[in-house]
């Protein structure tokens, strides 16, 4: 089957740094996705992934390594307004995509 | 980035009824739409792929006569949930496929649908 593991919740204080892992089990991989997600919101489009290496978008940057099937979203200077869902999410191809279940980040003061 | 609109962003229902759901991508064409539902502190189930121009793909378990899509153009699909019941009460939530480079998909701020 096809699977996305990632951690449940994860708790942070302001201005620390927090990594979201995810590693996945798919028939096909083109590429990797974190997405956004507060509460009663849609999700928003964080990073996307296609190479080994790590992509910096300002305080998120975002890893992958094809050969371990492992990707990670790390946030950088927490601000309370990070408190939301993060989900990866693999492209496995013929535009299907796969979500994980989603991590929830609680931000403290 | 890229917008997607969708409408109504909530709707409350009787029983029976039927309500449309129009999810439109503003800036970009889409040929590949999609129709999630998401239960609370869940992650977003796939109910089907929207392809414009012809028939939509629907994921297993999801009823394509009660879940009516219809994707008439390169910028809008429709949901339509036919005969709701209050077991049919959710966010559902779109999305547009933009393709190039990296095929991201752009989220609508999606619909809570109520059914008494």
């Known amino acids: 089957g096809q699977s996305l593991e990632q951690p449940s919740e994860v708790t942070a204080v302001e201005g620390a740094i927090v990594q979201i892992n995810c590693t996945y089990q798919?028939?096909?991989?083109?590429?990797l996705s974190w997405y956004q997600q507060h509460d009663g919101g849609a999700p928003t489009f964080l990073s996307y992934n296609a190479l080994d290496g790590l992509e910096e978008t300002g305080r998120f940057s975002s890893f992958l390594s094809r050969s371990d099937s492992y990707g990670y979203l790390l946030l950088q200077e927490l601000q309370m307004k990070d408190s939301a869902s993060y989900f990866c999410a693999v492209h496995t191809g013929g535009f299907k995509t796969i979500f994980g279940a989603g991590t929830r980040l609680f931000v403290k003061a | 980035g890229a917008v997607v609109s969708q409408h109504p962003s909530w709707v409350i229902c009787k029983s029976g009824t039927s309500v449309k759901i129009e999810c439109r991508s503003l800036d970009f064409q889409a040929t590949t739409m999609f129709w999630y539902r998401q239960f609370p502190k869940q992650s977003l189930m796939l109910m089907a792929t929207s392809n414009e121009g012809s028939k939509a793909t629907y994921e297993q378990g999801v009823e394509k006569d009660k879940f009516l899509i219809n994707h008439a153009s390169l910028t809008l699909s429709t949901l339509t949930v036919t005969s709701a019941h209050p077991e049919d009460s959710s966010f559902y939530i779109c999305s547009a496929m933009r393709t190039g480079a990296k095929n991201i998909q752009y989220f609508g701020a999606g619909t809570r649908l109520s059914v008494l």
């Open positions: 798919t028939s096909g991989f083109y590429g």
